[in-house]
C-alpha cells in the first residue's frame, strides 16, 4: 500500500515535478477534498509560466489528432507538455469517457507528457469546473506549455477563450457550410485558425471561406499591432503542418507579451475561475442549508416574479441564515 503523504509532501513533489503527486494532487482538487485546496495554497505562489493553450472546434474536426502531432512537436524541441482534455461526461458515472487519453497513448511511458481526462460533468462550454485549477498545478509543475481540449460539442464553445492565453480553432472541411458552423462567435476568439485534414481536396476551398470570414470582421480602426489571426493547413496522413503551428503559437506568445496582452488575458482567466467558485459555493450553500428553491421556481413558473427576483430572494434567504 502507497503511504499517505502529507499536504507538505505532496506540493514538494508537485514544485519537483513527480508525476505521482501531480496525478494525486489533481484528483485531490477534482473531489474538492479540503487538502487539495492547502496544495494548491502552497503551489500556486510558484506558477504563472507556463503558456495555456486552448484548443476547440466542432465534433470531428480532428482535435484530438491535432494534440497528439502538437505534442511530439514539443517534446522533439524539449518541452514538457501537459495536457487537459475534457471528455463527455459518462451517463452512468459522471466520470471522463476517456476517449482522448486512449487516443494518446503512445505518450504513456513518456515522463515528459502528462495526460490527464476530466468529465465535463455538464458544465458547459465544452470545459469542466476544475479546469484552470488543474491546469496551475501543471504549471507548478514545470509542464509548458498546458494544452487543454474541450469536449467538442457544438457552435458555443468560446468559454475556452477566458481559461487560455492561446485559442486554437479547429475546423475541417467537409463539414457543412463554412460560413454557418463559424456564427456564433468562434471566429472571434480564434488566436490561430486550423484547417485540419489538410491531405482533402476542399481544405483549400474552406481556408479560403475563413479568410473572406476575417475580411468581414475587419474593422478600420484597428490598433497598428493588433493580432492577425493565422490560418494554418495541417495533415496528419502527409504529416504537415504541425510544426507551422506550434510556430505561430508561439509567434502568439511572443506578441501577447509584447503588447502588454498577456496580463490583461491572465486577469481574465483569474477573474473565470474566481466567479466560477463564488456561483457554485453558493449554489452548494443554498442547498446544504435546506433553502427551498421549490417554491421560488413556482412563483417564476407562474410569472409571479422573474428569474433576477428570484436569484435575489434565495441569496436573501441565504444571508439570513
Known sequence: MRRSLSTEELAKGVLNGEIGAVARSITAIEND???????LARIFPHSGNAHLIGITGPPGAGKSTLVNELIRVYRAGGNKVAVLAIDPSSPLTGGATLGDRIRMLEWHNDPGVFVRSMASRRFGGGLAQHTLTVAHVFDAAGFDPVIIETVGTGQDEVGIASLAHSTVLVQAPGMGDSVQTLKAGALEIGDIIVVSKGDRTDCQALARDLRRLQTLHD???????????PIVITSTIDETGFAKLAGAIGTHREWLRRSGTWEERVRTMLATEIASRVQRDLQRRIQSQGISQDAVIEAVLNRQISPLAAADRLLESLSNR
Open 33 to 39: 477534498l479540503p487538502f487539495g485546496n492547502d496544495i
Open 219 to 229: 474593422r478600420e480602426d484597428v490598433a497598428i499591432d493588433r493580432w492577425i489571426p
